[in-house]
């Protein structure tokens, strides 16, 4: 059971974060809370020792930093910015660089997409629909945590929590 848990915890909670994102451009805290809760406790149960874990929180805290700034320029939402910091303590130093490349890669897609398709009318049944008529809007930003949670599925299996309740 415990096995099943650890193995499922972070993609549903990163897939709440994808929705959550999309249908109402917000990534709650207390979903963050739960990343960094269930990471730290898996990590125990699994027997990743201090230094790791420490190195883990390290990548974090350096993504928050990163992220951060980039929250201060408006480049990205606060949310965005959080989700990016939880999902680096996850995933360490050692899987960081392909996390950030995948979720560059796909929010680039997701980003152009969502321009495009802002060109053109939306159709009036559509409009009548809160969140796609504000994802439809311009002056709307774009629900990046997609790509963000995205990004930190396709990584996650190669994660020595995983990997430790895979075996």
């Known amino acids: 059971m415990l096995q099943s848990i650890a193995l499922v915890i972070f993609p ?3 897939a709440y974060a994808a929705f959550s994102d999309l249908f109402t451009m917000r990534i709650a805290n207390w979903l963050i809370g739960l990343l960094v809760a269930g990471f ?3 990590a125990l149960i699994a027997g990743v020792d201090w230094r790791d874990i420490g190195m883990h929180a390290a990548a974090g805290g350096l993504v928050l930093m990163l992220a951060f700034a980039f929250f201060v320029f408006n480049w990205i939402g606060g949310g965005d910015a959080k989700l990016v910091a939880a999902t680096g303590l996850w995933l360490g130093f050692g899987l960081l ?3 950030l490349i995948y979720a560059a890669l796909l929010g680039g897609a997701l980003t152009l997409a969502i321009v495009a398709l ?3 009318p939306l159709w009036p049944p559509l409009a009548k629909v809160k ?3 504000r994802l439809h809007d311009a002056k709307s930003g774009v629900p ?3 790509a963000l949670a995205i990004a930190g599925l396709l990584v996650y299996p190669e994660t020595e929590v995983f990997q430790h309740f895979l075996a």
């Open 97 to 99: 660089l392909p996390y």
């Open 40 to 42: 730290l406790a898996l």
């Open 131 to 133: 969140w796609i008529d």
């Open 12 to 14: 549903l909670l990163m």
């Open 144 to 146: 990046y945590g997609i």
């Open 118 to 120: 802002r060109r053109f």
